[in-house]
Each structure stands twice: as structure tokens, then as C-alpha cells.
């Protein structure tokens, strides 16, 4: 599954492997052939500055490809990948994952956003299982989610306002 990026395996004057320590022996291990650039007679000293940027997140791969709510819609799929049973995801399924199905984890981040902002909890938890619920029954789904958001006409005894409740007094780490 390797893309070619552009990145350089790099040497220094000496011959010392500066960049590349890990793509090399990976290439070995699966027994691929790959196309690299090589740099070479790199100060020894540029290797302190190598990959010290911060790393570009899931989220940020979205929004530069035109994705909103980029860091919600990765964070709901990433969760769905591990319930699914993918127990670390790496980055390209997760951004995979999130294109193929954005349309829809987009709608249920904004909802989980919009539940979290008024009783606690973790965004992307509610955004999951709105996105659950829903491949079962959108309608029923949103209506639930808009019930637990409001609270409103529920009775005392309901379970829903219960758990509303609770979450909204800090009871229950959602996420």
C-alpha cells in the first residue's frame, strides 16, 4: 500500500543513513521494490531538524482535501474502525474511512457537537452512535438525539432524561 510521496531517503557526506530508517528495513521485511529519491552529502547536523514538525493529523488531511468538521468526522471514525474490531487504526484507513462515509459522519459530528455543547460528553462518542442509529433508522435516530439535546417532554421516569441528567451533572464520562 506504499505511495510514493516524495520524500527522500537521505545520507550525509559520510554515507550515514540521516532519513529513511524506518522505510528502508519496511521495504525489506514485505520484499517490495521501491522507488526512492536519494540525497546525499546532507550535513550530519541536518538530522537534528528531520521530522520534529508537528505531525499532520487525520483531520487536517481532510480539511486540506475540502472536508468539513475535519477533526469530528476523523475522531467518529476512528472510533467506528475500533468498533469494528480494527484494533489501532492507522491514519490512511481512518482517512479512508472517513471520505467514503463523510457525508454521513459529518452530519452525526455536527449532531454529537451540538448534544456534547449542552450536557458533557465526548462529541465523537454521540457522534458514533448517532451514526449507528441511523444506518438502522435515521429518522428514529435524530429524534432520539434531539430528545437527549432538549430534554424537553420527557417524563421524570424516562431513562433518557435520566441519563441526560446524569451526563449533564458529570456522572458519566462519555468517550
Do not use: C
Not at 87 to 100: L, M
Amino acid at each position: 500500500r506504499w505511495k510514493f510521496t516524495g520524500q527522500p531517503i537521505v545520507f550525509d557526506g559520510s554515507g550515514n543513513l540521516q532519513d529513511g530508517q524506518h522505510r528502508l528495513p519496511a521495504e525489506v521485511k514485505v520484499g517490495a521494490v521501491i522507488d526512492w529519491l536519494v540525497v546525499g552529502g546532507v550535513a550530519t547536523a541536518a538530522q537534528n531538524y528531520m521530522d520534529i514538525g508537528r505531525p499532520r493529523s487525520v483531520a487536517d488531511q481532510l480539511r486540506i482535501g475540502g472536508y468539513a468538521l475535519g477533526h469530528h468526522v476523523a475522531a467518529a471514525a476512528r472510533l467506528k474502525l475500533l468498533y469494528d474490531g480494527e484494533s489501532n487504526p492507522t491514519k490512511p484507513q481512518i482517512r479512508t474511512y472517513a471520505e467514503k462515509h463523510h457525508a454521513t459522519l459529518a452530519r452525526s459530528a455536527h449532531l454529537g457537537k451540538s448534544v456534547s455543547q449542552v450536557i458533557g460528553g465526548s462529541e465523537s462518542a454521540y457522534a458514533i452512535a448517532h451514526f449507528h442509529m441511523s444506518q438502522l433508522d435515521a429518522d428514529l435516530a435524530d429524534g432520539f438525539f434531539d430528545r437527549l439535546r432538549s430534554g424537553a417532554d420527557l417524563p421524570a421516569t424516562s431513562p433518557l432524561l435520566i441519563a441526560r441528567n446524569y451526563i449533564g451533572r458529570g456522572g458519566l464520562t462519555v468517550g
